[in-house]
């Protein structure tokens, strides 16, 4: 079956760095292309960033557009999200999404 695993969430300060990363299994990884979304409290699900299936091409919600950069490694069925300069308002619950499956999200907090 489809599993998709977040990891690298964690707390920083705003203007630090944050690399998540999601590791997919359960499909032909190369295939496909994947989003990373993020869900703020109180708020609801956004797309924060997307990626082709062989990565050549990339989108960035406006409010990360600059900041945060979308990669992958179809060699290791794994996609990054770079966050850089960030911000309070990036505080979320992020979440690795291919087609209709979701993992179960990564935490990151920004404050000081």
């Known amino acids: 079956q489809v599993r998709l695993v977040e990891s690298g969430g964690g707390s920083v300060q705003p203007g630090g760095s944050l690399r998540l990363s999601c590791t997919a299994s359960?499909?032909?990884?190369?295939?496909?292309?994947m989003k990373w979304y993020r869900q703020a409290l109180g708020k609801e699900r956004e797309l924060v960033a997307g990626?082709?299936?062989?990565?050549?091409?990339?989108n960035y919600a406006g409010s990360v557009r600059g900041r945060f950069t979308i990669s992958r490694d179809n060699a290791k069925n794994t996609i990054y999200l770079q966050m850089d300069s960030l911000k309070r308002e990036d505080t979320a619950m992020y979440y690795c999404?291919?087609?209709?499956?979701w993992g179960r999200g990564t935490l990151v907090t920004v404050n000081s």
């Open positions: 359960g499909f032909t990884f190369s295939r496909y292309g």
């Open positions: 999404n291919v087609e209709w499956y």
């Open positions: 990626i082709t299936s062989n990565g050549d091409s990339t």
